[in-house]
C-alpha cells in the first residue's frame, strides 16, 4: 500500500501531523500498534485532559538542546492550540491558566480529532505494529508483520515508553536508531519517588503541602512546592513529578539523590522555632498529644517527632531538631517508580539531528520525528499535550505541503 506521507503512532503528535498534512492536501495514512488510536489521550489529565497551558515558557521544559525548544513554541504555540481546537468544536476552560476542554472530558479531545481526520479522508489501519523502517529510493518503505507500505514522507510520532500499556512500548527509538538518530539517555519523568527511610510505611495516604527539594550529590538542583503526597514507598504529588526526571537521571549516573520537604514552607526556620517553643510552654504539663494537635495531619507530625528524637510516645523531642525535621523531612531517592507509573519520558531523539522548524531529520530528508519521541519534556500543566501538538503541526504542516509541492512539479 501506498500513501504520500506514513504516520507511525496514532497519538497527540501523530493525529495532529495528519490533520495538517492532510489539510495541505496530502494522502496520508497513520498506522497505530494499538486496537484504537489515542488511548492515552483519553487518560489525561485524570479523563479531563489539560491540553495545553496559557503561561507556556521554554522554562517549563527539559532537553539537552533547550535553545530549540522556544522556536517551535514560537511557531505554535498555546493560543494556537487553543485556536486550533476552537476551530474543531472544544470550548476552552482555564483553570488558573490549565486549559481544559469546557466539557473536562478527554473524550472530547480525541473525538474532535477523530472527526477531522474522517473528514479529511486520513486512513486510519489499526492493530499495525511497525518493525521495522527502512529507506528505499527517495521514500521508505514501513514494514509491520507480512505487510510493506510505501511512502515518499515518513513521521515517526511513536512516543516515548511511559505508561506502556496506553500504547507507547518504546519501539519509537528503536526505529529512529536504526535510522542513524541518536538518543539521549531515556528516563521516567512525572512520576513518584522511591524513598529509602521505613518511615514512610507509617505515612501511607498522608497530602500535605510542601515545598521539595532536589539535591543531588548535595547541591540544590531545583525545588517545586504543592501537595505532596505520602506513600508506603515514599513520596509523590506534582512538586515529586516536577523534580521526578531530574532525580532519575541523578540515580541513573549513580549519584546520591536526596529530596527535604518543608511543611512551613512559609515561615523561616527561626520563626517555626519560636512557634514550637511558645507551643510547648502552652501545653507544659499536658501530654504530647495536645502538643502535636493541629500542627500537621497527625501521622505526619508523629513521624517527625520520632525523627527529632522522640523516643517514648507522650514525651516531646528538642524543639530545634522537630524544626529542623519539619523544615527538612528526608527522602533518600532510591528508585524512580518507573516507566509504568511515569507520565511521559525525559531524553529521546537528539534534537540537534532534527530541523526545528520543521522537525524533519537532518540525516534523512523527508522523515519527521515528533512528540515524546523527541528529547523534550514539560513539566505538570498541559506542556507535554503542548509539545506534541507544536511539533506534530510543524511538522504535518512542512510534510504536507512538499507533497503538495512534489505532486504539482511531477
Ligand atoms: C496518565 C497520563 C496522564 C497525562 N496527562 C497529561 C496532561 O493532562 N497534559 C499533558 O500535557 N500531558 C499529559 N500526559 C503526557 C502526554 O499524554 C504525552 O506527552 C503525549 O501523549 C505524547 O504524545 P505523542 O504523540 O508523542 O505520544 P503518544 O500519545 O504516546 O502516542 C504514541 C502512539 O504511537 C503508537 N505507537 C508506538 N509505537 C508504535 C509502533 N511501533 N507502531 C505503531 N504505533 C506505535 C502508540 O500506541 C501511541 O498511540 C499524560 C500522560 C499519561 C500517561
Not at 518511615?199 to 500535605?208: F, P
Not at 515529586?240 to 512551613?264: H, P, T
Not at 528538642?318 to 525535621?325: E, H, K, N, Q, V
Request: charged fraction near 20%.
Amino acid at each position: 500500500m501506498k500513501a504520500d506521507i506514513i504516520v507511525i503512532g496514532g497519538g497527540a503528535s501523530g493525529m495532529m501531523a495528519a490533520v495538517c498534512a492532510a489539510r495541505q492536501g496530502a494522502g496520508v495514512l497513520i498506522l497505530e500498534r494499538m486496537p484504537r488510536i489515542g488511548k492515552k489521550l483519553l487518560a489525561t489529565g485524570n479523563g479531563r485532559c489539560n491540553y495545553t497551558n496559557e503561561h507556556m515558557d521554554p522554562a517549563c521544559y527539559h532537553s539537552r538542546n533547550h535553545a530549540q525548544i522556544a522556536g517551535v513554541l514560537e511557531d505554535f504555540g498555546a493560543e494556537d492550540a487553543i485556536g486550533f481546537f476552537r476551530d474543531l468544536g472544544i470550548l476552552p476552560k482555564s483553570n488558573d491558566g490549565y486549559v481544559y476542554p469546557n466539557s473536562m472530558q478527554a473524550a472530547s479531545i480525541l473525538d474532535c480529532l477523530r472527526f477531522e481526520l474522517e473528514r479529511l479522508g486520513v486512513k486510519v489501519l489499526e492493530n499495525k505494529n511497525v518493525r521495522q523502517v527502512l529507506t528505499k529510493g527517495r521514500g521508505f518503505q514501513v514494514k509491520c508483520g507480512d505487510e510493506t507500505f510505501h511512502c515518499r514522507r515518513l513521521i515517526l510520532a511513536c512516543g516515548g515508553r511511559a505508561s506502556a500499556k496506553l500504547g507507547s512500548d518504546g519501539s519509537g527509538y528503536t526505529l529512529a536508531k536504526s535510522l542513524g538518530h541518536s538518543i539521549v539517555p531515556v528516563v521516567p519523568a512525572l512520576t513518584g519517588l522511591k524513598a529509602g527511610e521505613s518511615i514512610y510505611k507509617s505515612l501511607s495516604g498522608v497530602r500535605a503541602e510542601a515545598r521539595v527539594s532536589l539535591y543531588i550529590d548535595g547541591k540544590l538542583k531545583d525545588s517545586h512546592r504543592g501537595e505532596v503526597q505520602l506513600a508506603e514507598y515514599g513520596i509523590s504529588g506534582i512538586p515529586v513529578f516536577q523534580l521526578s526526571g531530574q532525580a532519575a537521571y541523578g540515580l541513573r549516573n549513580r549519584r546520591d539523590v536526596q529530596c527535604f520537604l518543608d511543611f512551613f514552607p512559609d515561615m523561616s526556620e527561626a520563626a517555626l522555632l519560636e512557634l514550637l517553643e511558645k507551643r510547648k510552654k502552652q501545653f507544659q504539663g499536658r501530654d504530647a498529644g495536645v502538643f502535636e494537635t493541629g500542627l500537621l495531619n497527625r501521622k505526619l507530625i508523629q513521624a517527625c517527632m520520632k525523627l527529632a528524637g522522640c523516643r517514648k510516645p507522650g514525651t516531646l523531642p528538642d524543639m530545634t531538631c522537630l524544626a529542623g525535621i519539619l523544615k527538612a523531612f528526608p527522602a533518600s531517592i532510591t528508585e524512580s517508580r518507573g516507566y509504568e507509573y511515569a507520565q511521559v519520558c525525559a531524553g529521546g531523539v537528539d534534537l540537534s539531528e532534527t530541523d526545528m522548524k520543521t522537525c524533519m531529520s537532518v540525516l534523512h530528508p523527508g522523515l519527521y520525528i515528533i512528540g515524546e519521541l523527541l528529547d523534550a519534556d514539560g513539566i505538570c500543566g498541559g506542556y507535554n499535550l503542548q509539545w506534541a501538538w507544536s511539533t506534530g503541526c510543524l511538522a504535518g504542516n512542512h510534510a504536507g505541503k512538499e507533497c503538495h509541492d512534489s505532486n504539482r512539479t511531477n
